[in-house]
């Protein structure tokens, strides 16, 4: 897969303030792990947990295209420097995103299995090590 392309998703908008499908179109794998890297720490552990359950959930051949939408969408927020609360913010910057994140961790949850928490915890481990020397081969 080319990670410059955006992900695939549906066309169709889902109802509501926060259009996922919208913003899904905007998402790429390139975004996510440069964000990632540059922003982990500033982001906090938890933001970055729920960021990688939904990317590792994201990759389950058996996840619904409407639940792929939300994820991408989930993410797309994350990554676009655009928010409700701008992530430059000391301590307040990320509640927004951490919201975001949990709604989709809520609608999706039943597909974050052990082995998407493992997937998690090997890259937290990597991103939150002291010293950590985390690269682009190292996040999702």
Do not use: H
Not at 97 to 111: C, E, K, N, Q
Not at 127 to 134: D, M, P
């Amino acid at each position: 897969m080319d990670d410059k392309r955006p992900l695939p998703v549906p066309q169709a908008p889902l109802q509501g303030a926060f259009d996922a499908a919208t913003l899904a179109r905007r998402f790429s794998v390139d975004s996510l792990r440069d964000k990632l890297l540059r922003f982990a720490r500033a982001a906090g552990r938890e933001v970055v947990e729920k960021v990688l359950w939904l990317w590792f959930a994201s990759q389950r051949p058996d996840l619904p295209a409407w639940a792929r939408t939300t994820v991408y969408g989930a993410l797309a927020y994350f990554v676009l420097p655009v928010d409700v609360i701008p992530d430059l913010l000391p301590v307040a910057g990320y509640t927004d995103d951490l919201g975001v994140l949990a709604w989709a961790l809520l609608t999706i949850g039943r597909y974050v299995d052990a082995d998407v928490r493992r997937r998690t915890d090997e890259v937290l481990a990597r991103l939150f090590s002291a010293g950590s020397s985390a690269t682009p081969s190292t996040c999702p």
